[in-house]
């Protein structure tokens, strides 16, 4: 399957409503309120196009769909981009278009000078060892100890070559954690 990654644009409303359809199952596993739906999802797309974002999809190139979506925002200009947000078609997850999508990101935000890009991925639903516990005194010792239970994407992003970095406590309510990750790109 070819697959094409490009700038997603204000004007390509085909690929803005496709984008808004997946992302409302994609998250479902991860963050059950995020995009939960279309329009919310809409408004999430709407914000990307902003001065300080990146915003590239992939399309499958036989049938002209848009298939994945990634996202950058520039928050420690002009050095340091979030991540936000990653989300690949529940249909054609585990065939490279995430890792495609992470590399494509790591080549803009070089390209705009760019130094390090990092991200916060959440754990609000067990999937890791460190749901549901208190992770205090020592959080850091918890997150070298990290198991994945239930494939959290933690796993995904190590493959594309990010890094712990650290770990909010209690992000999204007690023993809901945010696990933070970089990579130098630049
Ligand atoms: C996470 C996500 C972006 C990965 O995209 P994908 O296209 O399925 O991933 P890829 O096929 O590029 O996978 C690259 C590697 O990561 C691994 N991987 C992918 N998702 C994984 C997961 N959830 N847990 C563990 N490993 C994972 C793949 O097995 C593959 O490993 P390999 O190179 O050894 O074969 C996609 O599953 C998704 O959109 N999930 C829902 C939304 C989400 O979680 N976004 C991130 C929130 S922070």
């Known amino acids: 399957m070819p697959v094409e990654i490009r700038a997603l644009t204000p004007d390509d409303h085909r690929a803005i409503e496709q984008i808004a359809q997946f992302c409302t199952h994609a998250f479902r596993t991860i963050a059950p309120d995020y995009m939960t739906t279309v329009e919310e999802a809409r408004e999430e797309i709407a ?3 902003a001065d300080d974002r990146i915003s590239r999809v992939a399309v499958d190139g036989d049938s002209n769909t848009a298939i ?4 950058g925002i520039l928050t420690y200009e002009p050095f340091a981009w979030e991540l936000h947000p990653l989300a690949v ?3 054609y997850q585990g065939h490279g278009i995430g890792r ?3 590399a494509d990101l790591e080549t803009q935000v070089k390209a705009r000078g760019g130094l390090t890009i990092y991200l916060g ?3 609000e639903l067990g999937l890791t060892s460190l749901h549901g516990i208190d992770l205090y005194p020592n959080p850091l010792e918890h997150l070298a100890r990290i198991q994945n239970l239930k494939r959290h994407p933690y796993e995904f992003y190590q493959k594309c070559g990010f890094v712990f970095t650290g770990i909010v406590p209690d992000a999204n309510g007690f023993g ?3 696990l933070l990750m970089a990579k130098r790109v630049g």
Request: hydrophobic content about 30%; glycine content about 16%.
């Open 68 to 71: 994945g979506w990634i996202g």
């Open 47 to 49: 914000e990307s196009f």
């Open 89 to 91: 078609d529940p249909g």
């Open 176 to 178: 809901k954690p945010d």
């Open 100 to 102: 495609a999508l992470a």
């Open 121 to 123: 991925s959440d754990d």
